[in-house]
């Protein structure tokens, strides 16, 4: 938070921090373990929540808060606005009723990818994934396509510090195997992880560009590990997908 700005509003942001809670804890908490999981005193956090319930984007139940509703007429304001999540949508949905796979739609925000279009198979994985899913960007297809597309100093401020979290144990964990990685990316334009994000999956991820060649989202499309190889990912799907997220760019930059 900014303590010299003096445009910046510590409420406000107290109590999107407290919104964000949720997202992470899931709903029926208590002041208690919400002011644990951000770091808030207890009264900030009560003060938050009693404004959130006047405002009808939070329900309490005696002691227990749950997010209402409400909060997705936020969410209906920024896809509305991106017409990239519009127009890639029936874009992913032909692409999972051709491959019989799930397929998503990201971009980079902060250290994470943000899901912000997604055409789901079945559930693959421990963790369901959404629209407004996001997951840390150095150990998921997507996020490294976008990573390794960033200018070096820019990409190295997001990387983890050494040694790299250990997701599962195909996880790369250092840091410079990591570089290479990226480095090896963004000459290939492909990105496969092989279950470093979670036992049994495998996704494969490419840049979708606007018409000046700038990445400015990925896509890629995840299965199960026991029924598809990497060379499957590399031959068989990854084409489909080059195909489908030259179209979404196209489809972009034509505002269609």
Same mark, same amino acid.
């Given at each position: 938070? %900014?303590? %010299?700005?003096?445009?910046?509003?510590? *409420?406000?942001?107290?109590?999107?921090?407290?919104?964000?809670?949720?997202?992470?804890?899931?709903?029926?908490?208590?002041?208690?373990?919400?002011?644990?999981?951000?770091?808030?005193? $207890?009264?900030?956090?009560?003060? #938050?929540?009693?404004?959130?319930?006047?405002?009808?984007? @939070?329900?309490?139940?005696?002691?227990?808060?749950? +997010?209402?509703? !409400?909060?997705?007429?936020?969410?209906?304001?920024?896809?509305?606005?991106?017409?990239? *999540?519009?127009?890639?949508?029936?874009?992913?949905?032909?692409?999972?009723?051709?491959?019989?796979?799930? #397929?998503?739609?990201?971009?980079?925000?902060?250290?994470?990818?943000?899901? @912000?279009?997604?055409?789901?198979?079945?559930?693959?994985?421990?963790?369901?994934?959404?629209?407004?899913?996001?997951?840390?960007?150095?150990?998921? %297809?997507?996020?490294?396509?976008?990573?390794?597309?960033?200018?070096?100093?820019?990409? /190295?401020?997001?990387?983890?510090?050494?040694?790299?979290?250990?997701?599962?144990?195909?996880? =790369?964990? *250092?840091?410079?195997?990591? $570089?290479?990685?990226?480095?090896?990316?963004?000459?290939?334009?492909?990105?496969? @992880?092989?279950?470093?994000? /979670? +036992?049994?999956?495998? *996704?494969?991820? =490419?840049?979708?560009?606007?018409? !000046?060649?700038?990445?400015?989202?990925?896509?890629?499309?995840?299965?199960?590990?026991?029924?598809?190889?990497?060379?499957?990912?590399?031959?068989?799907?990854?084409?489909?997908?080059? /195909?489908?997220?030259?179209?979404?760019?196209?489809?972009?930059?034509?505002?269609?």
């Amino acid at each position: 938070m %900014s303590q %010299s700005d003096p445009d910046f509003m510590q *409420s406000l942001a107290r109590g999107l921090i407290v919104m964000e809670a949720f997202v992470e804890l899931g709903p029926d908490q208590s002041i208690a373990s919400l002011a644990r999981h951000t770091g808030l005193p $207890r009264g900030v956090v009560a003060r #938050c929540l009693h404004t959130l319930v006047v405002t009808g984007y @939070v329900a309490q139940d005696e002691r227990s808060f749950s +997010v209402r509703p !409400k909060v997705l007429g936020l969410a209906r304001a920024y896809l509305s606005d991106r017409s990239l *999540s519009a127009i890639a949508q029936p874009l992913l949905e032909n692409l999972r009723d051709r491959l019989g796979e799930s #397929c998503s739609l990201g971009v980079l925000d902060g250290t994470d990818v943000l899901y @912000v279009a997604r055409a789901s198979r079945s559930r693959i994985m421990a963790i369901g994934l959404h629209v407004g899913s996001r997951l840390p960007a150095w150990c998921t %297809s997507m996020g490294r396509i976008l990573l390794a597309n960033l200018p070096l100093e820019q990409r /190295e401020a997001l990387l983890p510090p050494a040694p790299l979290p250990l997701r599962t144990p195909h996880t =790369v964990a *250092s840091l410079e195997d990591m $570089r290479a990685i990226l480095d090896g990316i963004a000459r290939d334009g492909l990105a496969i @992880v092989d279950q470093e994000l /979670e +036992v049994g999956l495998r *996704s494969v991820a =490419v840049p979708v560009r606007n018409a !000046k060649d700038q990445v400015i989202a990925a896509l890629n499309v995840g299965v199960n590990a026991m029924e598809h190889s990497v060379e499957h990912l590399r031959s068989n799907i990854a084409p489909a997908l080059i /195909e489908t997220a030259r179209m979404v760019g196209l489809a972009s930059a034509s505002g269609l």
